[in-house]
């Protein structure tokens, strides 16, 4: 038995358990190598939300009836089991539609009092929904962003971090995990360097939560955001998690039905954390679905399946590197990068590169993926990314292999 086979109990039988992964494509095993844009839901998540909708459908926080009951209770139990997977407190869990709307809030809020000359870092590798929201901000309030440099090696430049982040900091927002180059940044010591300074750390985590242990007294951040959908949870979810003591000098960034306390016809008040922040009707089924993929992970155990996918990777960065005229964007080891990996093929294009491997049943993706500046700072057009997930086997990345050798001699 491989070392892949031995770090998870019956390995090869967890793909059973996401019932897309049985389909063909062209007639081919479907290899999904997509993760890092969606990943795919196991049958838990899709029969707790279906049981929902056929046993508990009702609105959350406004009846006494049984049914508005039982969903109000699995609504807010999904906020306890979401706080527990990252080491939160209930009322510093807060649900919106994803890391972008979560992240277009922060920029919002948090910028709303600031003063032209005050500043924001951000860093080189961020994803346009960490980088675009802050440049309207600054745009509008006459802001500084700088930005934290990667080095030759793909990582930030820490030390460059340290003289970035001065007293004219107020925010520093940085990925955990870069969707593009795969690295995984070194939060705690950002959140010191911020912290020193009076700023505050916000963390996008949508690339990391799925593959690392998270807990957010342990980064040191001040708010860490993800989506549901690449965690093997629903689309149409996320997560803000907020320090209670900051949340509660925020103002809502919606108004309507949930989130007041009372309303006259000259004044309203809000609701304690986290209602104060989830206006109209929640996404219910999509909650009680997050909490159903929370529970798959924890049951696999985050360690055990971080080691396999580390295990993954590095068989993926020595099969891949075996090719001739292919050029790996990333960290060359898992040391500092996550199951993000991201190459070029010398004379052919991402998408064509995309649509070969395609024919062969194999799912990954080509282009800029939402970091131009990255994607130009590197000089590149773009690259075509593999990022792997707990299903993801040897027998993936070996038809992923073969198949690419087969997209080179197609176009020699």
């Keep these: 038995m491989s070392l892949l086979a031995k770090l998870i109990p019956n390995l090869e039988k967890i793909g059973l358990d996401f019932p897309l992964l049985a ?45 508005s009951q039982r969903a109000t209770m699995e609504y807010e139990n999904a906020h306890q089991v979401v706080a527990d997977f990252i ?18 809030f922060l920029a919002e809020a948090l910028t709303k009092n600031l003063q032209p000359g005050d500043e924001i870092v951000l860093s ?26 990667i080095t030759n090696d793909y990582r930030l430049d820490m030390e460059q971090a340290q003289k970035l982040i001065t007293l004219k900091t107020k925010a520093v927002s940085v990925a955990h995990m870069s969707n593009v180059l795969g690295t995984i940044n070194d939060i705690p010591t950002l959140a010191k360097l911020a912290h020193k300074v009076g700023a505050v750390l916000i ?15 342990d980064l040191g951040c001040d708010f860490l955001v993800f989506s549901g959908h690449k965690m093997y949870g629903p689309t149409g979810i996320g997560v803000l998690y907020g320090k209670k003591r900051l949340l509660e000098q925020l103002n809502p960034f919606q108004y309507g039905g949930g989130m007041i306390r009372e309303v006259t016809f000259e004044y309203a008040t809000w609701n ?22 929370v529970g798959y992970l924890t049951a696999q155990g985050m360690q055990h399946l971080k080691e396999h996918e580390q295990q993954l990777t590095q068989y993926t960065l020595q099969k891949l590197s075996e090719i001739q005229g292919l050029t790996i ?33 194999i799912a990954v993706r080509g282009g800029h993926h939402c970091a131009m500046p990255l994607l130009n700072l590197l000089g590149l057009e773009g690259v075509t990314r593999v990022s792997l997930a ?23």
């Design 272 to 293: 304690d954390l986290p209602w104060k922040f989830e206006a109209g009707t929640p996404p219910i089924a999509e909650a009680i679905g997050l909490s159903a993929a």
């Design 203 to 217: 963390v996008d985590a949508a690339q990391s939560v799925p593959h690392l242990t998270i807990d957010v007294h």
């Design 87 to 104: 080491g939160a407190s209930f009322e510093e869990i807060i649900f919106t539609r994803g890391t972008t709307e979560s992240l277009n």
């Design 329 to 361: 964007v990333g960290p060359g080891t898992t040391k500092h990068r996550g199951p993000v990996i991201s190459f070029t093929l010398q004379g052919l294009h991402p998408h064509d590169v995309s649509e070969l491997l395609d024919r062969e049943g």
């Design 124 to 149: 080189q590798m961020e994803h346009h929904s960490n980088l675009v929201p802050w440049l309207q901000q600054a745009k509008e309030r006459k802001l500084g962003i700088r930005y934290i440099p």
């Design 390 to 412: 707990i299903y993801n086997t040897k027998d993936d990345i070996d038809q992923l292999f073969e198949a690419i050798h087969k997209a080179v001699r197609i176009f020699q």
């Design 23 to 67: 389909r063909c494509i062209n007639g081919k095993r479907i290899v999904y190598l997509d993760n890092g844009a969606t990943s795919q839901k196991p049958d838990t998540v899709i029969s707790a939300m279906n049981h929902f909708y056929t046993q508990d459908n009702a609105n959350v926080h406004r009846g006494i009836h049984q049914l």
